[in-house]
């Protein structure tokens, strides 16, 4: 199966290239080869988990409803970064799953 991947040129044009499986599950060896640990951490925790966060902080900050103390609001990002930390950690792990059950069956 033939995929479009999208290329940042060295000018910052982007454009598509066809991507072809062999060359998918050659990027997966190279990333498997990293570990397991490396992979759930880059694309799961600070990939998905962090971004998200960081996303919902900024919403948070914008929006119109406050904690009564700035103690309560502090209390409230800090539980929120643990859960969505903890949710990148799940991400990562299903990411990795899919991917073993895609080129490994």
Do not use: D
């Not at 991507?19 to 498997?32: A, C, G, H, I, K």
């Not at 009564?68 to 409230?76: M, N």
């Amino acid at each position: 199966m033939i995929e479009m991947e999208l290329k940042h040129c060295s000018k910052g044009v982007q454009m598509f290239r066809q991507v072809n499986e062999e060359e998918r599950l050659e990027q997966w060896l190279r990333t498997r080869a990293r570990g397991k640990a490396r992979y759930i951490w880059r694309a799961g925790i600070f990939g998905w988990g962090l971004f998200c966060w960081a996303l919902w902080v900024a919403f948070e900050m914008l929006g119109a409803t406050r904690p009564a103390s700035t103690l309560e609001f502090c209390a409230l990002i800090f539980a929120s970064l643990v859960g969505w930390l903890a949710a990148g950690y799940t991400v990562g792990s299903i990411l990795w799953a899919m991917h073993e059950k895609k080129y490994w069956g």
